[in-house]
Each structure stands twice: as structure tokens, then as C-alpha cells.
């Protein structure tokens, strides 16, 4: 089993669609999560962090549940520019970590 | 203020030989990682780097080593390529001071093995 695992991919959806995005962590002891975004040939970019509470940020929402081990990112209103490859990434250990990134799950919006 | 530099942009190598690719982190950012991303997948956690010293490690041979210098730079090696070493290397850097501090990532090496 991989230790981050995301919803397989690509997701078509037209513009002004609301998509969500789900990820699993096998490691109870992860620390921090975010989502970051990568575009073709890019390095991957902040998106945001989550946090336990749940946290928005515009159009963007992410969501965390520790008992479940489960992360979630909830996109409204898509635009043809959030098309990209959204990674889902668990931060383990304290005083020194080991950074785990999902596989990624491809989104085409589409006109 | 410039972001994270990594250099060079592209190479290319042939099996069994030796690379160093370069980093220099955000100014004030303390801790860098490494990253390996082939085409399809995720970045794959090769190190990270705090004042200097190695805090963590992914699952890679020890072909693969890296160092962090005084002015929190920092370089990866890798001994002997193989043609599965193709990949893009990613680094980035971070202030880590407190838990939950994001990541920021320069563009990345483009290694090719012939």
C-alpha cells in the first residue's frame, strides 16, 4: 500500500463545475498537509495547507479528518485556468521529516 | 527576492557516470529538499537538509548522497547512473522553523541517462 494514495485521474469536468479531490495517508503519526498544484512541466506550487478545522481560501477548500486518515480538497466554481495536477502531500517526523507526495490527480476543465 | 535556483537546468549523462546538481535556497530558508519526479507520478522524497545536517531520508540508494554548505546551499550526487536515474530533480527549500511551513520549489533538473 502507498503511504499517500489519490483519487485516480484525470477528472473532465466543464467550467464552472465543482470537483472534489480525495487522499488517504497510511501513517497516523503524519504531522502537516498540504495540496500543492503543478502545472505541465513545472515545479509543483502551494496551494494550500490543511488543517484539522478545515480551512478556505477563495474557491478552495480543504478539508482533513486524523481518524479517518483522509484529506480532501473541494474546487468551486472551476475555471479553465485550474487545470493542472493537484498533489496531496503528508509531512512525517519532527526535527526531521520525510515529505510524502500523493501521485496526483489530473484536472481538465474544459470550455 | 529570487526564489529557489537550481542549476544546471538540463543534462545529460551516460550509465555509470557521476552528476552533481546545485541548489541555492530562498534567502533566510534554512532547510532544503531533494525530490526525484519521473513523467506520471509524484515527486519521490530523496533528503532534506537542516543547518547542515541530513533530518531525513527517502527510500534511495546510498548511490545517492547530498551535503548542505555554510550558506545553507546545497548539492546532490549520484554515483554510477543508471537509466532509470532519468527523471526531473526538484529542490526546494523552506524556513522550518515551526511545523507546517510550506515548501517552495525552484524549476528543477532535467537529467537524461543515454
Known amino acids: 500500500r502507498k503511504e499517500v494514495e489519490q483519487d485516480p485521474g484525470p477528472f473532465n469536468v466543464p467550467e464552472g463545475a465543482t470537483v472534489a479531490f480525495n487522499c488517504t495517508y497510511s501513517?497516523?503519526?503524519?504531522?502537516?498537509f498540504f495540496w500543492y498544484r503543478q502545472d505541465c512541466r513545472k515545479e509543483p506550487k502551494l496551494l494550500m495547507s490543511?488543517?484539522?478545522s478545515g480551512n478556505e481560501d477563495g474557491r478552495f477548500t480543504a478539508q482533513l479528518n486524523r481518524a479517518s486518515q483522509y484529506i480532501s480538497l473541494l474546487i468551486r466554481d472551476s475555471k479553465l485556468s485550474d487545470s493542472a495536477t493537484y498533489l496531496c502531500?503528508?509531512?512525517?517526523?519532527?526535527?526531521?521529516?520525510?515529505?510524502?507526495f500523493g501521485a496526483g490527480t489530473r484536472l481538465f476543465v474544459k470550455a | 527576492d529570487a526564489g529557489v535556483t537550481q542549476s544546471p537546468t538540463h543534462l545529460i549523462k551516460t550509465r555509470g557516470q557521476q552528476v552533481t546538481l546545485r541548489c541555492s535556497p530562498i534567502?533566510?530558508?534554512?532547510?532544503v529538499s531533494w525530490y526525484q519526479q519521473v513523467l506520471g507520478q509524484g515527486p519521490q522524497f530523496i533528503f532534506q537538509?537542516?543547518?547542515?545536517?541530513?533530518?531525513g531520508r527517502g527510500n534511495f540508494p546510498d548511490r545517492f548522497s547530498a551535503r548542505q554548505f555554510p550558506n545553507y546551499s546545497s548539492e546532490l550526487n549520484v554515483n554510477a547512473l543508471l537509466l532509470g536515474d532519468s527523471a526531473l530533480y526538484l529542490c526546494?527549500?523552506?524556513?522550518?522553523?515551526?511545523?507546517?511551513?510550506?515548501?517552495?520549489f525552484g524549476d528543477g533538473t532535467r537529467l537524461s541517462i543515454l
Open positions: 526546494a527549500s523552506s524556513s522550518r522553523d515551526s511545523h507546517n511551513q510550506p515548501q517552495h
Open positions: 501513517n497516523s503519526a503524519s504531522q502537516s
Open positions: 490543511v488543517y484539522s
Open positions: 502531500v503528508v509531512e512525517q517526523g519532527s526535527g526531521g521529516f520525510k515529505t510524502i
Open positions: 534567502s533566510g530558508h534554512k532547510s
Open positions: 537538509y537542516y543547518e547542515k545536517e541530513e533530518r
